[in-house]
């Protein structure tokens, strides 16, 4: 079963959180934390799948619990939210530790910026490494803005894999 931890600092928010993903039939073990530095606890002491956080509270914010809970758990998955406000402070203070420097680094930062590209879990973006076949069909496709599936399906690809709808959109260049 998935687990799931939310944190905020404001109950009120945690409750409305909880209430809707069981109104919504989502199954799933959920946990709260009031803030940042009582998540990363209860991190250190039970597996979690997602972590749904706040990014300002006090303590520790969002974005520190979100670097923290991926050195401890490096396959859980973050969700930020924020309110309007706050949000390019989160999207500024996300960055990768490893493009400093590099020949790349602009256009990975504004690719990055407007969701064309993402790094790994770790922080890093790893530059030099090649990529796949996957990730250039999602960069084609976004960066182009390409919207119309020029196939209906895929032989030998599950369509539940994250990079399917990608591949629909833009088959000539993973082929």
Do not use: C
């Amino acid at each position: 079963m998935i687990h799931m931890l939310v944190v905020d600092d404001e109950a009120e928010e945690r409750e409305g959180i909880l209430f809707l993903l069981h109104k919504y039939g989502f199954n799933m073990e959920t946990g709260q934390a009031p803030n940042g530095k009582a998540a990363l606890d209860y991190l250190k002491n039970r597996a979690v799948d997602i972590l749904f956080t706040d990014v300002r509270m006090p303590f520790m914010d969002g974005l520190t619990l979100a670097k923290e809970a991926l050195l401890l758990q490096p396959n859980i998955r973050v969700i930020l939210f924020s309110g309007f406000s706050e949000f390019e402070y989160a999207k500024t203070a996300i960055s990768f530790s490893d493009i400093t420097g590099h020949w790349a680094e602009a256009t990975i930062t504004r690719w990055a910026d407007v969701g064309i590209v993402n790094g790994y879990p770790d922080g890093t973006f790893r530059p030099d490494e090649f990529i796949t076949r996957a990730e250039l069909a999602k960069i084609v496709t976004l960066a182009f803005g390409l919207t119309e599936k020029t196939v209906t399906e895929l032989n030998g690809i599950d369509p539940n894999e994250w990079y399917y709808n990608y591949v629909l959109t833009a088959p000539d260049f993973i082929t």
